[in-house]
């Protein structure tokens, strides 16, 4: 038996080797997506505000925000912590989702999360001309997915698994904390636009239970359920 490092496959009788890098191509792209696009975004003539979306574009019509807002950041640190935290929570829920048709699965739901954040952000703010920017929306997407996966060994937990309910309870309290308090790292004297962090959460934590069912390996039985 080799001592080489890998996991081992009993049909070949040899170690299977994992890449170094194992990151889905489509969490990558991304991930370097938001420093490329705030790069070029600072050179715009009115850094990109024009392509923000603010709560009054609802009543007027104007839709297109609530997709370009996400391309847009405040900040290179505003920018850098939504692509660790996308590179962090992306990538098990693109792995639950596979390599064929995973990839487009995982981008419509990222997306998704995104824009049914800001329109939530919207919808409780109607009415307000404060633009807003970013991809945190959809980055929360992510991480209510990630809430339901981790721990559940490739499988969506049920939403009543002692640790999803946990690990949630603490994502809103901290989500809830930082509204509060006015102040996030990146935010550079911004409001913080936590009620679209939270509906990016719900979203995530609710959709990944049938899309789990439909494209990935479906919900851990209530038994998993540890205390």
Known sequence: ??????????????????????????????????????????????????????????????????????????????????????????????????????????????????????????????????PMVGASGAVFGLIGAATRLLGGQGRVLPMTDRRVISAAVAWMGINALTGLIGYAPGAEGARIAWEAHAVGFVVGFLAIGPLGRLFGRGVAPKSVSGV
């Open 1 to 130: 038996m080799s001592d080489a490092p890998g996991r081992f496959d009993p049909q070949n009788s040899q170690p299977v080797r994992e890449p170094a890098f194992n990151v889905p191509l489509v969490v990558l792209l991304i991930v370097l997506s938001m420093p490329t696009l705030f790069f070029f975004q600072r050179d715009l003539p009115d850094m990109g505000m024009s392509m923000a979306f603010a709560p009054v574009d609802l009543e007027q019509g104007r839709w297109g925000g609530l997709l370009t807002a996400m391309l847009l950041h405040g900040g290179w640190t505003h920018a850098i912590m939504n692509a660790v935290a996308a590179l962090a929570f992306g990538t098990p829920v693109a792995r639950l989702f596979g390599d064929k048709i995973g990839p487009t699965v995982f981008l419509l739901f990222y997306i998704g999360c995104g824009v049914l954040a800001a329109l939530g952000y919207g919808l409780i703010h109607w009415g307000s001309t404060e």
